[in-house]
T-cell receptor, first 115, second 118 residues
Framework: AQSVTQLGSHVSVSEGALVLLRCNYSSSVPPYLFWYVQYPNQGLQLLLKYTTGATLVKGINGFEAEFKKSETSFHLTKPSAHMSDAAEYFCAVSLGGAAGNKLTFGGGTRVLVKP | DGGITQSPKYLFRKEGQNVTLSCEQNLNHDAMYWYRQDPGQGLRLIYYSQIVNDFQKGDIAEGYSVSREKKESFPLTVTSAQKNPTAFYLC?????????????????FGPGTRLTVL
């Protein structure tokens, strides 16, 4: 079975500062990895995903994440935070294959952006 | 516009009543999913369906039931057996690779229904 751990349930950053959200996973097979963003009382929107190929993945809104197999990590970064980045972020893992694409989610990290 | 709709956005029910949450998609996706979201716990899978007339239990299926009679619809019933039904419920869908039972495609989410049981 796979699992996802997001370090830090809340992160506070200043506008213009680096955003770094940590995600570690456990999986018995090479996983597919996702980052989603959720604004208050809304559904989830995909930021980016890693399936195969290049380990540095670029997503929407200036976010990117790097898959590091040796560290079992998929941390999300953005060089310069904007007020509109205030939201909750979820890392998720899927095994693909015969398991289909059932997602297992981390607990989420809520980002606060200070002016 | 293609997408996933969930209705209603807010739902209030008395304890002991069954309630059905609607989820419709016009993305022509084969697979559909129901998640429950509670503060600080991320999303947990309730039920999923990879094809019409077939569905499987997820991690927290007790107290819930689903049907998949049409490709575009996957309603969730929260029964009186669910001990703590107040939560935010999210529906999602994804496509599947033609001719296979596997997929790495993205799950697309609806806007959610917030259920409060009084």
């Amino acid at each position: 079975a796979q699992s996802v751990t997001q370090l830090g349930s809340h992160v506070s950053v200043s506008e213009g500062a680096l955003v770094l959200l940590r995600c570690n996973y456990s999986s018995s097979v090479p996983p597919y990895l996702f980052w989603y963003v959720q604004y208050p009382n809304q559904g989830l929107q995909l930021l980016l995903k890693y399936t195969t190929g290049a380990t540095l993945v670029k997503g929407i809104n200036g976010f990117e994440a790097e898959f590091k197999k040796s560290e079992t990590s998929f941390h999300l970064t953005k060089p310069s935070a904007h007020m509109s980045d205030a939201a909750e972020y979820f890392c998720a893992v899927s095994l693909g294959g015969a398991a289909g694409n059932k997602l297992t989610f981390g607990g989420g990290t809520r980002v606060l952006v200070k002016p | 516009d293609g997408g996933i709709t969930q209705s209603p956005k807010y739902l209030f029910r008395k304890e002991g009543q069954n309630v059905t949450l609607s989820c419709e998609q016009n993305l022509n996706h084969d697979a559909m999913y129901w998640y429950r979201q509670d503060p600080g716990q991320g999303l947990r899978l309730i039920y999923y369906s990879q094809i019409v007339n077939d569905f499987q239990k997820g991690d927290i299926a007790e107290g819930y039931s689903v049907s998949r009679e049409k490709k575009e619809s996957f309603p969730l019933t929260v029964t009186s057996a669910q001990k703590n039904p107040t939560a935010f419920y999210l529906c999602a869908s994804s496509s599947r690779s033609p001719g296979t039972f596997t997929s790495t495609d993205t799950q697309y989410f609806g806007p959610g229904t917030r259920l409060t049981v009084l």
